[in-house]
């Protein structure tokens, strides 16, 4: 059974920092990996979404990495603003027969941006 | 125009009732998903429809009872309600089961006093 762990739970940097946030997954045999944003009290809001083809993503001051070899991938945010604090979901997405795919998502990753 | 819009955003119930989440789409997606987030913010699926017809049915009691009327809608209809149900429930939705990233809604929290 696939498991998502998200490291750390919590971050907090002064605004302008950069950062990595880290997502790791049990069952290599993914079909591709997702970074959502989630802002208190709101519904999740995509952020890059990588192939597991691919290596990396990048959409802005976001880059997301991807090892599926070894269960890894990052989210790398550079130059952070306070309007980035939120909670960073990292979630997989597998085959999981008859037709199906299952997406299965870490507990994430809050962070607050200091300013 | 909202992608993904679920209904209500909020509702207070009590212990034993029965009540509906409703969930539409207009991005013409074929698969759609209901899921929990517990107190934990913890996400997990519970649902997965394709072209109205049920393809994940996660270990979850059978008061919860989804129903797709076409491709463009997914309800949830949750019979006999309990304590434990409060959680917020997020709709999704996206272009195929393997295909395309996920929108979600702004989900539904769901208080059960």
């Known amino acids: 059974k696939q498991e998502v762990t998200q490291i750390p739970a919590a971050l907090s940097v002064p605004e302008g920092e950069n950062l990595v946030l880290n997502c790791s997954f049990t069952d290599s045999a993914i079909y591709n990996l997702q970074w959502f944003r989630q802002d208190p009290g709101k519904g999740l809001t995509s952020l890059l979404l990588i192939q597991s083809s691919q290596r990396e993503q990048t959409s802005g001051r976001l880059n997301a990495s991807l090892d599926k070899s070894s269960g890894r991938s990052t989210l790398y945010i550079a130059a952070s603003q306070p309007g980035d604090s939120a909670t960073y979901l990292c979630?997989?997405?597998?085959?999981?027969?008859?037709?199906?795919?299952?997406?299965?998502f870490g507990k994430g990753t809050k962070l607050s941006v200091i300013p | 125009d909202t992608a993904v819009s679920q209904t209500p955003k909020y509702l207070v119930t009590q212990m034993g009732n029965d009540k509906s989440i409703k969930c539409e789409q207009n991005?013409?997606?074929?698969?759609m998903y209901w899921y929990k987030q517990d107190s934990k913010k913890f996400l997990k699926i519970m649902f997965s429809y394709n072209n109205k017809e049920l393809i994940i049915n996660e270990t979850v009691p059978n008061r919860f009872s989804p129903k797709s009327p076409d491709k463009a809608h997914l309800n949830l209809h949750i019979n006999s309600l309990e304590l434990g149900d409060s959680a917020v429930y997020f709709c999704?939705?996206?272009?195929?089961?393997?295909?395309?990233?996920?929108?979600f809604g702004s989900g539904t929290r769901l208080t059960v006093v």
């Open positions: 991005l013409g997606h074929d698969t």
């Open positions: 999704a939705s996206s272009q195929g089961p393997g295909t395309g990233d996920y929108t």
């Open positions: 979630a997989v997405r597998a085959y999981s027969g008859a037709g199906s795919y299952q997406l299965t």
